[in-house]
């Protein structure tokens, strides 16, 4: 926990200082997009996140913690003059202690990947996508995955304005296949988000990433809140982030009380 919370409070003095740096580029049409793609999770933009997340109390005696690392590459396609295809894979590394207790586990989770298909104009002012989304069973200890394959559609919409991002973001997984004794998967999940981009092109956003099981009929619904600053190390542009969150909602034996999350995105601009 403290190791946690130290990396949290180092990168947010990072960001800090990374500011004056930043602004004297502030007024720069090449930062102030580059600034508006990061926010939108469709933009025609090659980035490579690595972002770090920490809860605890988890279990039946609240003495669980997980900590997981989500390698979230990015990669869009354009598809003739008119549409782009945007991969977003989420390969989580996962390491948990004492959620079942006595018990620890380190490995990979299972993958999830989605194909969003969005006009490369906006429609009325709005960012549209849409396309499926695979789950697949790639965990390395039956504890960290479902053991099924799973799929479903998935869709965003989004506004961006004077500085203002909004919308949301929603899929639904169903499992179709996979270990016969391990339960089946149905869940939604649901992402409304809204950030602002300040002119040192420092970047608040609120969000939650919230999943309803079907099954258990049982929500998980984290507040996020972020602050990301766009830094350069040489030419190559990165965004950093620091972050807190806390679970409003949890599922039996799930997390309860603040989380934390830091990210570094990697960009690889045209």
């Known amino acids: 926990m403290r ?5 949290a409070v180092l990168l947010a003095m990072v960001i800090a200082a990374a500011v004056p740096a930043f602004a004297q580029e502030a007024g ?3 930062a102030a997009e580059l600034a508006k793609k990061l ?6 933009l090659i980035s490579v996140p690595l972002q770090f997340n920490f809860d605890e109390n988890y279990g039946a005696d609240d003495k669980g913690s ?3 690392l989500n390698i979230q590459p990015v990669w869009p396609f354009s598809l003739g003059k ?3 295809l945007i991969t977003r894979t989420i390969i989580p590394l996962a390491d948990q202690r004492d959620i079942t207790p006595g018990t620890d586990q380190s490995g990979l989770g299972d993958i999830l990947q989605s194909f969003f298909f969005s006009p490369k104009e906006p429609i009325g002012g709005w960012v549209l996508a849409v396309g499926p989304v695979f789950l697949y069973p790639t965990a390395s200890d039956e504890v960290l995955g479902g053991e099924k394959w799973g799929a479903g559609p998935t869709a965003l919409a989004l506004k961006q304005a004077n500085g203002w991002t909004y919308g949301v973001l929603v899929n639904h997984i169903e499992s179709f296949a996979g270990k016969d004794d391990r339960a089946d998967i149905s869940a939604t999940f649901i992402q409304p988000f809204l950030s602002y981009i300040t002119k ?8 939650t990433e ?3 099981d079907w099954n258990n009929e049982q929500w998980a619904v984290p507040l996020n809140l972020t602050i990301s600053q766009l830094v350069k190390v040489g030419k190559m542009p990165l965004s950093l982030t620091a972050g807190v969150r806390y679970w409003a909602k949890a599922p039996v034996n799930g997390p309860e009380g603040l989380g934390f999350r830091a990210a570094v995105t990697f960009l690889f601009p045209k």
């Open 3 to 7: 190791g946690v919370t130290l990396a």
């Open 28 to 30: 720069t049409d090449a």
């Open 39 to 44: 926010a939108n999770p469709v933009a025609s």
């Open 66 to 68: 997980k900590l997981v």
């Open 82 to 84: 008119d549409w782009n």
């Open 200 to 207: 040192t092109k420092t970047t608040i956003g609120l969000n």
């Open 210 to 212: 919230s999943t309803y």
